[in-house]
C-alpha cells in the first residue's frame, strides 16, 4: 500500500508524488503543458517572480492506493493526465484575468507553446549572412544596418523562408549589440537597427501565422571572469537591443551561438528585464570537440539552464549535420520532462575556394538531418550558416513525409551499445573527409 499526493499551482496541477514510509518516494512532473498553462496563469495574474507566486503552489492530502510507490505515481499522473485535456487547461486560463490574447506579440506567444505542447515540430529559418553576402552585402559589412538601407532585401530573405516553409523567423540582428556595431561606427542605433529588422519580419511573418524570433548573438565582448566586462554591464549592452526587439514586435527571443554561461545570463536578464512575458530560447555553439569554447557539454547547458527556468534549450552553427546528431542525441537524453528542444546545424562544413566560404550540405543532407532531429525527438528544427532556402523546403518537405510516424526518441544514455560521443564524431570526421575527395 502506498500514499499518493498532487502538487498544485492554484487549480492546476503539476506534480504526482507516492510514497511508503520516508525513504520510499517516487515523483512524477505531469507533461509541459501543464507548466505552461501555469506559467500562462501567473502572467494573467502578474504573479510571474513574484513571492506571491510561490504562495500559489499547494499539496492535495494524502490517499492510499495499492501497489509500490512508482507504480501508483505513474497510474495517478495518467489519470490527472487524461482529466486534464488541453482544452480543459486553456478553459482554466479566462476565469483567472485578462490573458495575453489581448496583445498581437501575447496572442503568437500562446500560439508558439500551444504548438509545442501539441507535439508540433517546428521548422525554423536558415541563414541570414549566406543569403545577404549572395544579395551583395561585403566581408566586413554590418547585416543590421541593411535593415533601413535595403529593407527590401532584408524583406525578401524573410518572404523566401517563410515561402520555404519555416514555421518560425529570426530577425536580421544577430549582431545588434552596441559594442558588435562600434565595429561599425553604428553604437548609437542600436534600438533603431534592431527595430527595424524585427519590424520587417513581422511585417511578412505575421499574415501568414509565422512566429517572429529576435534574434540575440554574443555581444562581442569579454565577460567575467574571463574578460573584463561585468555580467551587469553585459546585461546592460543587451537591454538596449532587446527594447528595439521588443517595439519591432517580436513574439520571443532566440539568445544563440553563446559559449559562455555568464553572458547568457546576462542576456536572459535583459530579457526578463526589459519584457518579462516574452519566450526565451537560448542555444548554444558546441563547436570544440562537442563542447562549447569554454568547456560547456551538451549535457551541462540543458540542465543548467532549463534550472534557470528557460523552457527551450539547444544548440546552433559551429557543426555540421553529423555532429549536431552527436550533440542533440546529448541534449535529448538529458533534458527535464518540461524542457523542449531547438536545433540549428550548419549546411555541412565550410571550406574556402575562389575566394569564398562554401558549404558541402546539400539540400538532401538537410532533409536527412531534418528527419533524425525529429526522431530523437527535438521540437524546433533548423538550419544555420550555409543554409537557403531551398534546404528549408527540402527539410519541410521530408518532415511532411513523416509527420504521421511515431517518434522514437533519444537512446538511453546507459545504453552499452551506445557508441561514445568521441567514436561518433571521429567517424563524422571521417565521413566529411571521404565526402570531399570525391
Known sequence: MAEVQITYWREIPSMVTAREGRRNTAKVELPARFQVAIDEAAM????????????????????????????????VAAEV?????????????????PGREQAPAATVRSKLFDWLA???????????????????????GAPELWNVTQPGKIRAVYQAYVDAGSNMIETNTFGGTSARLKLHNL?????????????????????????????????????????????????????EQVVGLVEGGVDLVV?????????????????????????????????????????????????????????VVGANCGTGADEMEIIATQ???????????????????????????????????????????????????????GSTPAHIAAMRAALERVKDEPIPGPPASDDGRIESAESRAARAAARRSERRQR
Open 81 to 97: 493526465e487524461a482529466a486534464f485535456p488541453p482544452e480543459r487547461l486553456r478553459s482554466i486560463l479566462p476565469e483567472l484575468g
Open 331 to 385: 541534449l535529448a537524453q538529458a533534458r527535464p520532462p518540461s524542457v523542449y528542444l531547438m536545433v540549428q546545424s550548419n549546411s555541412g562544413m565550410p571550406k574556402y575556394a575562389n575566394g569564398k566560404i562554401l558549404y558541402e550540405g546539400t539540400p538532401e543532407v538537410m532533409a536527412d538531418y531534418a528527419v533524425k532531429m525529429r526522431n530523437l525527438g527535438i521540437n524546433i528544427i533548423g538550419a544555420c550558416c
Open 44 to 75: 494573467r495574474l502578474n504573479l510571474t517572480g513574484t513571492d506571491a507566486y510561490i504562495e500559489q503552489w499547494r499539496r492535495g492530502p494524502w490517499e492510499e492506493r495499492p501497489g509500490t510507490p512508482e507504480a501508483v505515481a505513474q497510474t
Open 118 to 140: 501539441e507535439g508540433r515540430i517546428i521548422l525554423g529559418d536558415g541563414a541570414m549572412g549566406t543569403m545577404l553576402q549572395s544579395m551583395g552585402l561585403t566581408d566586413g
Open 255 to 311: 539568445i544563440e551561438t553563446m559559449y559562455l554561461f555568464n553572458e547568457v545570463r546576462a542576456a536572459v536578464n535583459a530579457v526578463r528585464k526589459v519584457a518579462p512575458e516574452l519566450p526565451i530560447v537560448t542555444t548554444l555553439s558546441f563547436d570544440t570537440n562537442l563542447h562549447t569554447m569554454m568547456g560547456i557539454s551538451p549535457r551541462e547547458a540543458v540542465q543548467t539552464l532549463s534550472s534557470w527556468g528557460i523552457q
Open 187 to 239: 553604437q548609437d542605433r542600436v534600438v533603431e537597427l534592431n527595430r527595424a529588422g524585427a519590424a520587417l519580419a513581422v511585417e511578412v511573418a505575421h499574415p501568414r501565422g509565422v512566429l517572429v524570433a529576435g534574434s540575440i548573438g554574443p555581444s562581442g565582448e569579454m565577460i567575467e571572469p574571463v574578460g573584463p566586462v561585468t555580467v551587469t554591464e553585459a546585461e546592460e549592452m543587451f537591454a
